[in-house]
C-alpha cells in the first residue's frame, strides 16, 4: 500500500509539474491515471477534490476538452460514491459548467448527468436539484447576455 500512495505522489509531482511547464495533454493524462488509482481504491473524497480542482484549472487555462472530461469524471464519481446531493457539491457543478464551452456537446453531457445526479434519491426533485437548475439558469443568462451585447 506504501508503495502505491508514494507512486501516487509522485504522479501528483508531475502532473503539477506539467501543468507549471504548460504540457496540459501530459497533465490531463496523469489526472485519468490517478483517477483510476483513487477510483479502484474507493478514495471518493480525495478522488472528487482532484477532479473538481483539475477541471477548474484546465478550463481556466482554456483547455476545454480535457476539463470537460475532468467535469464529466466528476459527475460520474459523484454517482459511483453515492453522494447525496449537498450545496458544495452542486455549488462546484455549477462553477464547471459556467466555464465550460457553450457550444459544446461535452457541456450539454455534463448537464444531463449532473441534473441526473442531483435528481438521485431524491423523490421531490426527479428533474434534478434546484440549486443546480438555478446556477444553470444564471449561467445561461450571463451567456445570453455576453453574446446579445456588442
Not at 474507493?42 to 480542482?53: G, I, M, P
Request: glycine share 6%; proline share 3%.
Amino acid at each position: 500500500m506504501a508503495a502505491r500512495v508514494t507512486g501516487t505522489a509522485r504522479v501528483l509531482n508531475k502532473l503539477h509539474a506539467s501543468i507549471d511547464a504548460g504540457n496540459y495533454y501530459e497533465a490531463h493524462q496523469m489526472y485519468r491515471t490517478i483517477y483510476f488509482r483513487y477510483l479502484n481504491q474507493k478514495r471518493y473524497d480525495d478522488l472528487k477534490e482532484l477532479l473538481y480542482d483539475g477541471a477548474l484549472k484546465l478550463l481556466t487555462l482554456k483547455q476545454c476538452n480535457s476539463g470537460a472530461d475532468l467535469a464529466n469524471l466528476l459527475v460520474d464519481v459523484l454517482s459511483k460514491s453515492e453522494t447525496k446531493p449537498n450545496d458544495e457539491e452542486i455549488e462546484h457543478l455549477g462553477t464547471l459548467h459556467s466555464l465550460l464551452n457553450p457550444n459544446s456537446p461535452e457541456r450539454t453531457a455534463f448537464l444531463m448527468k449532473a441534473l441526473q445526479w442531483s435528481g438521485s434519491g431524491e423523490t421531490s426533485h426527479p428533474r434534478g436539484h434546484p440549486h443546480l437548475h438555478r446556477f444553470v439558469a444564471l449561467t445561461q443568462r450571463v451567456t445570453a447576455a455576453r453574446l446579445t451585447c456588442s
